[in-house]
C-alpha cells in the first residue's frame, strides 16, 4: 500500500504540474502551441520516466515546483502582492531542500523581467530592489524558514549544522562533464531524450521574441554547468528534468516559429513522431 499510495501522491503531482505549467505558458503562447509543447514533453522526453514510473524520486516533484515558481513570479512582477512574494520564498527553500543545488532557482524571481544585462537594465533592477525591499526580504526570509528544517534536522541527528551526506563524491567546477553528461552512451542525456534538443534551437527565436530572457538563459546556463560538473556524471539526464518548466519557454518559441509555415510544420510533424516513437521504446 505504502508503494501504491506512494505512485498514485507522485500521478498527483504531476498532474498538478503539468496543469499549471499549461496555465503559465498560455500567458505567453497560444493554446495550439502549448498543447503540442506539453505532449512532446509528456511522451517525447524522459519527464515520462520520472512522472509515471520512478515517481517516488525528486525530479518531477522538483520540475512541480519550479512551475509554480514561474507562475507565483510572473504575478509577482504584475501585483508587487505580498503573498506572491510569500510563495515564491518557500518554493525556492522548498526546491533547495529537496535538492541543494536547486538554490539556483532563486536566479527565476530575482532576475524575472529583465531583458538584457546592460548596464541600464542592472541599475534599474537595482533601483527595483530598493523600492520593494520589503517584499523581497520577506522571500528570503520564507525561503531561510524552509531551509533552516535541514539545518535543525542535521543538528539535532549529528550534533552539526552542516553535514555533507555525498562522503567522495565532488564538483569539478573547473572541468565539467559536458560532453559526456549530453552524449556520452553511459549517459547522454540529448542522446537518450534528443526531444529536448528543440529547446536549444528554440533560443534562437525566443532571444528574437521571447520575454524574460535574462532570468530563462541564465538560469539554463549555469543549471547546466552545475548538472555537468558533478563527478559522478553518469547518473544520468534525470538531474535536468526540473529544469524543463524553464526549457519549455524556449520550446514554445520553436514550436510556434514552425508553425508558421506548411513545410516547416510538416518537418517538424515528422521529428515529433520519430521523438514519440524513441522515447516510447527507451522507456
Known amino acids: 500500500y505504502l508503494e501504491l499510495f506512494g505512485q498514485l501522491g507522485g500521478l498527483l503531482v504531476a498532474f498538478l ?17 502549448v498543447a503540442i509543447a506539453l505532449l512532446l514533453l509528456v511522451l517525447a522526453s524522459n519527464y515520462l520516466n520520472y ?59 530575482l532576475l524575472w523581467g529583465m531583458e538584457s544585462i546592460s548596464p541600464l537594465a542592472i541599475r534599474e533592477r537595482l533601483k ?3 523600492r520593494k525591499y520589503r517584499l523581497f526580504a520577506i522571500a528570503v526570509v520564507c525561503a531561510m524558514l524552509v531551509v533552516s528544517i535541514q539545518l535543525a534536522y542535521w543538528k539535532h541527528v549529528s550534533g552539526h549544522w552542516l553535514v555533507y551526506s555525498y562522503a567522495g563524491q565532488e564538483f569539478s567546477w573547473t572541468t565539467p562533464h559536458f560532453l559526456d553528461y549530453t552524449f556520452s552512451y553511459k549517459s ?20 528574437l521574441q521571447g520575454k524574460n530572457k535574462v532570468a ?20 544520468g539526464g534525470r538531474a535536468m528534468v526540473q529544469s524543463y518548466p524553464v526549457l519549455m ?11 508558421q509555415k506548411r513545410f516547416t510544420t510538416a518537418l517538424g510533424a515528422i521529428f515529433a513522431i520519430g521523438f514519440l516513437y524513441y522515447n516510447t521504446w527507451i522507456t
Open 17 to 33: 504540474g503539468l496543469w499549471y505549467l499549461r496555465r503559465f505558458l498560455l500567458l505567453y503562447y497560444d493554446d495550439p502551441v
Open 51 to 109: 512522472a509515471a514510473i520512478d515517481c517516488g524520486m525528486s525530479h518531477s516533484w522538483l520540475f512541480t515546483i519550479y512551475v509554480l515558481l514561474l507562475l507565483n513570479t510572473h504575478h509577482f512582477y504584475n501585483t508587487f502582492r505580498a503573498k506572491y512574494a510569500v510563495r515564491a520564498g518557500l518554493l525556492v527553500g522548498l526546491a533547495t531542500l529537496t535538492r541543494p543545488t536547486d538554490i539556483l532557482s532563486c536566479m527565476i524571481p
Open 128 to 130: 527595483l530592489f530598493a
Open 188 to 207: 547522454g542525456w540529448l542522446l537518450y531524450c534528443p526531444v529536448m534538443i528543440c529547446a536549444f534551437a528554440g533560443l534562437i527565436p525566443f532571444l
Open 216 to 235: 530563462v538563459v541564465s538560469f539554463l546556463i549555469l543549471n547546466f554547468y552545475v548538472v555537468s560538473a558533478w563527478d559522478i556524471w553518469w547518473y
Open 249 to 259: 519557454l524556449p520550446f514554445c518559441a520553436l514550436v510556434a516559429a514552425t508553425l
